[in-house]
């Protein structure tokens, strides 16, 4: 099986434009969830998706948004980019739930500039 | 506050040498325990998960063990590589709202000497 996907691996991005991540989840499974890695926070939970519904959201401003379509796949929207928004993002499929196990992507980079 | 810690942040040893990674936890509703390695600007590779029901698990060369009465899991590496030289992540499943989540440690940086 192919592995957990996402596009594009880098973006520079100028502050207060927006940036739609993407993430293809290995096939299978229905469950997408999105973190967020920098160094000074490490890894923080963005959200989790299942079934096109969001289930959980973590502690981060409205201006990160997502969703997941019929097909598992998902994307993450940022809007209103600050400098604070540079990092990893990545993202990470499991078959059924955001605690099972988890397999990641090789994630985005984003750059704000 | 759900937290989760790595010691020690960083290890350097000679290749060859058995180690152990320490994380804690001390949030007593951790569904299971998942351990990851990152190489420095990539994802995660799962390592090894154990359930809330198991005390270890095994693969290859490594050995993770989990004891959630006293909120600790181990990571054992025998024989180290320079290959396993990467970052070493422990992070907790936990069932939240409808469906679930992962909090994560800070990391712990191995270094392997050739």
């Known amino acids: 099986k192919a592995g957990v996907t996402q596009t594009p691996r880098y973006l520079i991005k100028t502050r207060g434009q927006q940036v739609t991540l993407s993430c293809s989840p290995i096939?299978?499974?229905?469950?997408v969830s999105w973190y967020q890695q920098t160094p000074g926070q490490g890894l923080q939970f963005l959200f989790e998706y299942f079934s096109e519904t969001q289930r959980n959201k973590g502690n981060f401003p409205g201006r990160f948004s997502g969703r997941q379509f019929s097909n598992s796949r998902s994307e993450m929207n940022v809007s209103t980019l600050e400098l604070g928004d540079s990092a990893l993002y990545l993202c990470a499929s499991s078959e059924a739930q955001g605690f099972d196990e988890q397999f990641f992507g090789p994630g985005t980079r984003l750059t704000v500039l | 506050k759900q937290e989760v810690t790595q010691i020690p942040a960083a290890l350097s040893v000679p290749e060859g040498e058995n180690l152990v990674l320490n994380c804690s936890f001390t949030?007593?509703?951790?569904?299971?325990l998942q351990w990851f390695r990152q190489d420095p600007g990539k994802g995660l590779t799962s390592l090894l998960l154990?359930?809330?029901?198991?005390r270890e698990q095994t693969s290859g060369r490594l050995n993770a063990s989990l004891d959630k009465s006293s909120g600790r899991s181990t990571l054992y590496i025998a024989a180290s590589q320079p290959g396993d030289s990467a970052t070493y992540l422990c992070a907790g499943g936990r069932i939240y709202n409808q469906g679930g989540k992962l909090i994560f440690g800070q990391g712990t940086e191995l270094s392997v000497k050739p």
């Open positions: 096939s299978g499974h229905r469950s």
């Open positions: 154990i359930q809330s029901s198991q």
């Open positions: 949030d007593s509703a951790i569904y299971n």
